[in-house]
């Protein structure tokens, strides 16, 4: 089976433009969930999609959204960019079973 | 507030010897705690995992202690090897609730 798989891989913008970032799952998995990882705050949770309801969500201020597609497919948007936003994304999969199973992640840069 | 906690950002052990990572947690409804080692510039991998119903699980070199009174997991590599060298998340889930992670220790396998 392929992997978790996350488009684009880097991804550079400036303050206040919006970025979409893309997810993957593995097939047959139907919950994804998103993280954002920094040096100084290791792995937080963003927000956890199943059968394209969002089951769970962390701490995040609104300009972060997301949604999940009839293929499980998951889009992540961050509106009105902030040098803090600096970071690496990373989306994971998984059936109904807690093992998440992570993509590469999306490192995105803003300036 | 932190949930799950990784008191030590960092960890050197000798080639062969025993790496003893840990991880305190403060929510007592949690029931299900993970490990994950991430390698630079991948996302994490699933190392090993530990329902509260066990107090340990072994997986080759790899075994996961839980002590529930003391809210307290730890994660045993033996032998150590150069391939260890990784960051390793501690983290934890409540039933059909979001996974929480530590902030990670990174582990340094010497020569």
């Known amino acids: 089976k392929a992997g978790v798989t996350q488009t684009p891989r880097y991804l550079i913008k400036t303050r206040g433009q919006q970025v979409t970032l893309s997810c993957s799952p593995i097939?047959?998995?139907?919950?994804v969930s998103w993280y954002q990882q920094t040096p100084g705050q290791g792995l937080q949770f963003l927000f956890e999609?199943?059968?394209?309801?969002?089951?769970n969500k962390g701490n995040f201020p609104g300009r972060f959204s997301g949604r999940q597609f009839s293929n499980s497919r998951s889009e992540m948007n961050v509106s009105t960019l902030e040098l803090g936003d600096s970071a690496l994304y990373l989306c994971?999969?998984?059936?109904?079973?807690?093992?998440?199973?992570f993509g590469p992640g999306t490192r995105l840069t803003v300036l | 507030d932190q949930q799950v906690k990784q008191n030590s950002p960092s960890l050197s052990v000798q080639e062969g010897r025993i790496s003893i990572l840990n991880c305190d947690y403060t929510n007592s409804m949690f029931d299900y705690f993970l490990w994950y080692k991430k390698y630079p510039a991948e996302g994490p991998t699933f190392l090993i995992s530990i329902s509260s119903i066990k107090d340990k699980n072994e997986d080759g070199r790899f075994t996961v202690f839980l002590n529930k009174s003391a809210k307290h997991l730890s994660l045993h590599i033996v032998p150590s090897q150069p391939g260890d060298s990784a960051v390793y998340f501690c983290a934890a889930s409540a039933r059909d609730d979001k996974i929480i992670f530590g902030k990670g220790t990174r582990l340094h396998i010497l020569p």
């Open positions: 999609y199943f059968s394209e309801t969002q089951r």
């Open positions: 994971a999969s998984s059936q109904v079973t807690d093992t998440q199973y």
């Open positions: 097939s047959g998995h139907r919950s």
